[in-house]
């Protein structure tokens, strides 16, 4: 028992008490007696993250203002655990982020366009930096998949059949999940097909779909880059293949 003592003592005193209201500064916050014993027992009982999040300013904003309509604590919250559990689902449901489907078709489309003109750019500008003069040597007849529009078609093909690909895939308000059967199928179908367009533009005349210089392809993965970046901080996009996975789907 007292090793237990001990332990609850330390686990307190690591909390941040810097965040924790004094009996004084609850009695000037303009809270009720019985609110300000109500706030004293929900921080007590707070854990470091709700106390991070915010959560304690929160709850007591909400007393405050339930007083002057003669609402207890008891009437808005019942218990101080309960208050931190509501105030906590709360908070996580308003900061998480939305499913990447959830974007709609169109963004994801120019989100992954200049996902893969940048890969792309970048893997035609290494090989033809580094191995350019043996692919030119070898006369291959897949050469013009590395010219400047099989390049732009790749890319945008490639964003509207990823774009179709998420909106087929994602899970639907009050609907079944997808089966895995039905996930392969279209997967396949759509990067098939893909493929295919992928292949198909290597057959352009070189007349309209010129093969740049090395550099210059690295130069355009930068710019697209920056583009993407841009693009994410505009539209606040998460997910996808250069994005942070969403935490929920909304």
């Known amino acids: 028992m007292f090793k237990e003592k001990k332990m609850a003592t330390e686990q307190q005193a690591q909390r941040p008490h810097k965040k924790l209201a004094s009996?004084?500064?609850?009695?000037?916050?303009?809270?009720?007696?019985?609110?300000q014993d109500f706030m004293w027992q929900v921080q007590e009982q707070a854990t470091d993250d709700q106390l991070q999040a915010g959560?304690?300013?929160?709850?007591?904003?909400?007393?405050?203002?339930?007083?002057?309509?003669?609402?207890?604590?008891?009437?808005?919250?019942?218990?101080?655990?309960?208050?931190?559990?509501?105030?906590?689902?709360?908070?996580?449901?308003?900061?998480?982020?939305p499913a990447y489907a959830s974007y709609g078709f169109w963004p994801i489309v120019i989100d992954n366009t200049l996902v893969f003109f940048m890969m792309f750019s970048l893997m035609f500008g290494l090989m033809l930096l580094f191995s350019g003069r043996q692919l030119a040597a070898s006369g291959q007849a897949g050469l013009g998949s590395f010219g400047i529009l099989a390049l732009c078609l790749t890319a945008i093909t490639g964003g509207l059949f990823f774009g179709s690909w998420a909106m087929a895939v994602a899970p639907r308000k009050g609907a079944?999940?997808?089966g895995w059967v039905y996930r392969i199928a279209v997967t396949i179908l759509l990067f098939g097909a893909w493929f295919l367009c992928y292949t198909s533009f290597?057959?352009?005349?070189?007349?309209?779909?010129?093969?740049?210089?090395?550099w210059v392809y690295l130069i355009l993965a930068g710019v697209a880059y920056l583009g993407f970046r841009q693009w994410r901080q505009k539209t606040g996009?998460?997910?996808?293949?250069?994005?942070?996975?969403p935490t929920n789907t909304k």
């Open 202 to 214: 290597a057959y352009i005349p070189l007349t309209i779909n010129p093969i740049l210089p090395g």
């Open 23 to 35: 009996r004084e500064e609850l009695a000037a916050s303009g809270l009720t007696k019985r609110n």
């Open 237 to 245: 996009m998460q997910g996808g293949f250069l994005g942070g996975r």
């Open 55 to 97: 959560l304690l300013a929160e709850i007591q904003t909400t007393l405050l203002a339930g007083q002057k309509t003669g609402q207890t604590a008891k009437q808005l919250y019942g218990t101080p655990q309960a208050a931190l559990g509501i105030q906590t689902k709360t908070y996580v449901q308003d900061h998480s982020q």
């Open 176 to 178: 079944k999940p997808r």
